[in-house]
Each structure stands twice: as structure tokens, then as C-alpha cells.
């Protein structure tokens, strides 16, 4: 193993060991006392069985595995339309295998890209948690002996697994979809965004040109947080190898679902190969995970959903772990907002067999976590294929295209893509991997806003036609749900294309479409006071600080006299906002952890 891979290992289990012991022992009490099938009354059996008829026989007799499919399915996202016939699917496939299948539940899943920008976004993180409690009442009912689980994008696999691994006894595999075909690049899209944040196009040719990007069923085709979620249940092997970026409605996909059904079978605990979910995700996979985003650039979502993951699984991983690998870790890929490819390009290039193959070779990855998806991860390290109607695995041989995928003794560069700041601002973490190297350090005056339309408004007025760096703040999880500002992307790019040193910084998300303008994001603590009355100091800066966001040094400081930095008092937070359903979410808020600790609300009062 790489050294200081192997030492962040060691210092999360060292870290981690108290709660990874007590969840341990949850998962042994749960095997033994599990109130399984055997145990249920003759009415509470009636009541599961009595929506089924044809495998209802099979479930009487009570020897076949019955899994729970837990599905994200609706046909407002393209990424999650294609499950449409899935569950139909699943129970023809594991009645092949003598199993039987049920849908345990739907959870939500809401789309970021129909709703960044708006107030729905102050939804989106806490839609997260909401699937995480979905998927416990969806395998609540105790019928279920293994599970799979229907979800692609952004909150959706990260609320899944939540959920999922507080039932960690029970094997599960996840599903995906796959991405939908090119259509438009998404560098031809960026720039008709960017056209039409300068006035140049008009709102028509920017619909027509999003409609060309996302056109049809399947997932987004940059490498936001949806393909990064799937990237990370790769390496993670938490899917049949392979699965993740092969296109909807193909024979291969196909193919490859009823293997994962066949698969999560295979796993039950009847069975001489029993993998339950809550064992697959340790300490070392979580490093994998960790790993996989920085060797490809994924997104930053996930410096709050892979902590967030972690502690559902009694482990504990911060922002110095991801900062020391990120200092080993190699960027081997290029996939858009970080290169021209999408990751159809990507899947061509080599794909996932080729990124798993060469870590585990560098030594990069734990090559001996216990995989749910195969038999060990050197086999994830395999491309699918139909061999006739015969799925197999090939090696996926040399990079067909080293602008996409190099190896790491030849990366884009020698560390990830990811760094972590720290100064009298608080600390941040900054996308390093799509930002040009000469605009890693931005030393300009701040101009403060809370919110993003007022970010807008002014970029409209040209008052920001300068060198400026813009302060974003009161968009932490307790304030509004930490929306993502993505929306500010194209006009940040327009300042940035004029020639002007620009940066954000913020207490908010920026999405795995975050692209070529620097941002300090995920600033910790947030601004809005917590309980003991303290926010953070981004709730200090004025107006024309001078503000230093340093990615070579890591560094993230207002350029201000220390006394006078003390004694400042902090801005005064905006009211809180209501209607689109935000004030049901209001016990979320107060809950929720600081971005580091996932930002997460469902563990308040929980012993984990």
C-alpha cells in the first residue's frame, strides 16, 4: 500500500474503533434476534404476502430469499425514469435463481438541476436524510433477507447507503442505470451559458442547447455528484463490476442488472458466502471511496455525503484525511467540468476497470476489502461484455484515450484533485482539478452578499466588473439547507473570461459541476450561530476586505489587523425563509452538523 494511504487508514480506525465496535455488535444483535420471517405471525405474513400471487407459494414455504427492492424511481428525473420496469424485471430474474423479490418501498429523489437556483435547492441536502429514513421504513417490515437498492444521483445513493447500513446485517447491492448518451458537449453547453449571462443569447437558443445536453433517459454526462456517487460504489464493490456507465436500454445493461439480482442472492445468509452490507462498508472502503474521488476529480458533494456514509457505519473520516490523500493521490482522469470528455468518453477510454486496475497496482486502493458485488475488487478491475448472449469480463487493456486516462506513474497531476483551507475564515475545501494552476492563489477585495440572487443582481449592474472575490454567506446547512450556487458558475466565468482575478467563498455547496472558477466552499463553521450563540468568522468580512484564498498553501484568510478581526461583530443572519415547503424542514436545520461532520441531521442523539 501507498504509505500515507496506509497511515490515514490506520488513523481513521485508530479514530474510529469505539463506534465501529458498537456498530459491529448492532449488526451480530441483529443477525441473532432479526425479526425475520421465521419469527413473524401468521397475520403479519398474510398482510406482506397478500399484495403477491405468483410467488406467494415460494414465500409460504419460507426457504427462498426474499429481497427488498428499494426504488428511487420517478420519471421527472432521466436518471431514475429507466427504473421504470426494474422491479417487474427483478422478480422474473430471482425467481430464475429460486428467490422471490418485493418493493420494500419508493424513497424521493429530487433533481438539483430542475431546481438549482430556486427555493426547492434549500430542499435538496435534507432530501438526503429523507431517504435515509425512507430506506429504514422501507426494510422495517422484517421480511426482507438481502436488498437492492434503485438509486443514482445526487442525495439518492448517499441516502440510500444511510439508511441502508442501519439494517448493515442484511446484504445489499446497489443498482444503476447507467448515463445517458451524448448529445451536446457539455463545453459547447458551459458556453452558451456563458453567452447568455453576457447578454449575448437569448433565453430560446440557451433551452434549445440545454435540451441538447439532456436529452433522453439516463444520468447527466458530466462527472457532477449522480456519476461520482456511482464511480464511488465501484471501488467501494458495491456493484456488479462494471455496471456503472453503461448506457439505459442496452442488451449489456440488461444483462447487468439481472446479474445483480442473481448476485445479491449469492449472499444471503443461508448461504456459504454471506456479505452483509454493514461488514463491506469499512474503514478501508471508505478510504477507497475517498481515493477513487480524488484519482478522478469527483465531486465535492461528497466531502459531506462520504463522512456522513461513514458514520452511518460507525467509522469516523474528516477533511485532514481527505487533505493527506489528496497529497498522494494521483488525478489519472479527465472527465468534464475537469476535461472535454463526458463520461460516456470516459467508459470508451477504459473506464472504471482501468481506474481500479491501475490504483490497486499503485497500490493506491485496498485491494482486500470484503466486495459484495464480486469476488474481490481485482475482479471490478475487468470491463463487462456480451460474449454472445454470455456476460463476461475482459481486461480493459492500454488507455484508448490518455487525454481521458493516464496511469499513475504518468497522471494529469502528481496529487488529487481536491485541497482543504484553513485561516481566520474558517475551513473550506476548493476543486482544484478544473482550475487553471496560475488562478490557484486570488488575493482580491470581497463583496458580500447573502444570497445568490443578489449575486446576480450586481453581476447585472456590472458592480462586479473587477478583481473581486465574492462572499456567499448564510447558506449552511442550519440557515437554508446549504444550496448549492452553481447558478453562479456562468456569470463568475464571464468576470473570470474578461480577464479579472475572481473567487467564491461560501458557507454553501457548489455542486461536482463546480468548473473553472476558483471556490472556497463548504466554509466551517457556518455563518448562522449554532447553539452556543457562536457563528463563523465568514459572518465577520466586510465589504472590501481583502481576502486570500491560497489552494497552493491552503489557506483561506481575511487580510485584516488580528485585534480588529477580534473585535468585530458578526452580520446579522436574514430571516428565515418559508413557502415551497422550506419550514417543514426547520427540526432538520437546527440539527444539522457542520459541513465536516456531513451536515447531516438524522444522528443528532444517536450514539454513532
Avoid at 19 to 29: E, K, N, P, S, V
Avoid at 518 to 539: F, K, Y
Wanted: contains cysteine; proline residues 5%; negative net charge.
Amino acid at each position: 500500500m501507498n504509505p500515507i494511504v496506509s497511515a490515514v487508514t490506520d488513523r481513521i480506525i485508530a479514530r474510529s474503533r469505539e463506534g465501529r465496535t458498537r456498530y459491529l455488535d448492532l449488526l451480530t444483535r441483529e443477525r441473532e434476534q432479526w425479526i425475520g420471517r421465521p419469527m413473524l405471525g401468521c397475520a403479519n405474513l398474510a398482510h406482506a404476502y397478500a399484495g403477491t400471487e405468483e410467488d406467494r407459494p415460494a414465500m409460504k414455504a419460507g426457504q427462498a430469499m426474499n429481497i427488498g427492492i428499494v426504488t428511487a424511481y420517478n420519471d421527472m428525473l432521466s436518471a431514475h425514469a429507466v427504473y421504470y420496469r426494474y422491479p417487474e424485471q427483478m422478480k422474473v430474474w430471482a425467481r430464475e435463481i429460486g428467490a422471490t423479490a418485493q418493493v420494500a418501498g419508493g424513497v424521493p429523489a429530487m433533481c438539483d438541476g430542475v431546481t438549482q437556483g430556486y427555493a426547492g435547492m434549500e430542499l435538496s441536502l435534507f432530501s438526503r436524510d429523507t431517504i435515509a429514513l425512507s430506506t429504514a421504513i422501507a426494510l422495517s417490515h422484517g421480511t426482507f433477507e438481502g436488498a437492492l437498492l434503485l438509486g443514482i444521483c445526487d442525495k439518492i445513493v448517499p441516502g440510500l447507503l444511510m439508511g441502508a447500513l442501519r439494517f448493515g446485517h442484511l446484504p445489499m447491492l446497489l443498482v444503476p442505470g447507467g448515463p445517458m448518451p451524448s448529445g451536446l458537449s457539455n463545453k459547447a453547453k458551459a458556453t452558451v451559458r456563458e453567452r447568455y449571462a453576457s447578454g449575448q443569447a437569448d433565453r430560446e437558443e440557451l433551452l434549445d442547447s440545454e435540451i441538447a445536453a439532456y436529452h433522453t433517459q439516463g444520468t447527466c454526462t458530466f462527472f457532477g455528484t449522480a456519476n461520482t456517487n456511482q464511480m464511488m460504489m465501484e471501488v467501494m464493490g458495491l456493484h456488479v463490476p462494471g455496471a456503472a456507465f453503461v448506457n439505459p436500454g442496452t442488451k449489456l445493461r440488461q444483462a447487468l442488472t439481472r446479474a445483480t439480482v442473481h448476485r445479491v442472492a449469492e449472499l444471503g445468509w443461508r448461504g456459504s458466502d454471506y456479505r452483509p452490507i454493514g461488514h463491506c462498508v469499512d474503514e478501508r472502503s471508505i478510504v477507497n471511496a475517498a481515493v477513487g474521488l480524488l484519482a478522478t476529480g469527483g465531486s465535492t458533494n461528497h466531502l459531506l455525503h462520504l463522512p456522513a456514509i461513514a458514520r452511518a457505519a460507525g467509522i469516523v473520516i474528516d477533511w485532514e484525511d481527505m487533505d493527506r490523500l489528496s497529497s498522494a493521490v494521483p488525478l489519472i482522469a479527465r472527465v468534464y467540468p475537469n476535461g472535454a470528455a463526458d463520461v460516456n468518453g470516459f467508459e470508451a477510454a477504459g473506464g472504471m476497470a482501468f481506474v481500479i486496475r491501475e490504483l490497486l497496482a499503485s497500490g493506491h486502493l485496498h485491494g482486500d476489502i470484503l466486495t459484495a458485488g464480486s469476488g474481490t475488487l481485482a475482479d471490478a478491475a475487468s470491463k463487462p461484455m456480451l460474449e454472445g448472449d454470455t456476460l463476461a469480463w475482459r481486461d480493459p487493456g492500454p488507455s484508448g484515450d490518455d487525454t481521458i486516462l493516464r496511469t499513475p506513474a504518468d497522471p494529469f497531476s502528481p496529487d488529487g484533485g481536491m485541497r482543504i483551507l484553513a485561516g481566520n475564515i474558517g475551513r473550506a475545501c476548493i476543486k482544484v482539478s478544473a482550475v487553471e494552476r496560475d488562478r490557484w492563489i486570488v488575493e482580491a477585495p470581497a463583496a458580500v452578499f447573502a444570497d445568490q440572487a443578489e449575486v446576480l443582481a450586481a453581476f447585472q449592474r456590472g458592480e462586479l466588473d473587477r478583481d473581486v472575490i465574492v462572499v456567499v454567506r448564510f447558506q449552511g446547512p442550519r440557515a437554508n439547507g446549504m444550496p448549492e450556487l452553481h447558478k453562479l458558475t456562468p456569470p463568475l466565468g464571464v468576470l473570470q473570461n474578461k480577464g479579472y482575478c475572481v473567487a467564491l467563498v461560501t458557507d454553501g455547496r457548489m455542486s461536482g459541476a463546480s468548473g473553472k472558477v476558483p471556490a472556497a466552499i463548504h466554509v466551517s463553521p457556518e455563518a448562522l450561530p449554532g447553539a452556543d450563540g457562536t457563528g463563523g468568522a465568514i459572518g465577520l468580512i466586510r465589504d472590501g476586505d481583502i481576502i486570500r484564498v491560497d489552494a497552493v498553501a491552503g489557506t483561506l484568510d481575511a487580510l485584516v489587523d488580528a485585534d480588529e478581526w477580534a473585535a468585530r461583530l458578526p452580520a446579522s443572519a436574514p430571516a428565515a425563509a418559508d413557502g415551497f415547503g422550506r419550514e417543514l424542514f426547520g427540526l432538520f436545520r437546527a440539527q444539522a452538523d457542520e459541513a465536516e461532520r456531513g451536515a447531516s441531521a438524522i444522528f443528532a442523539g444517536a450514539a454513532l
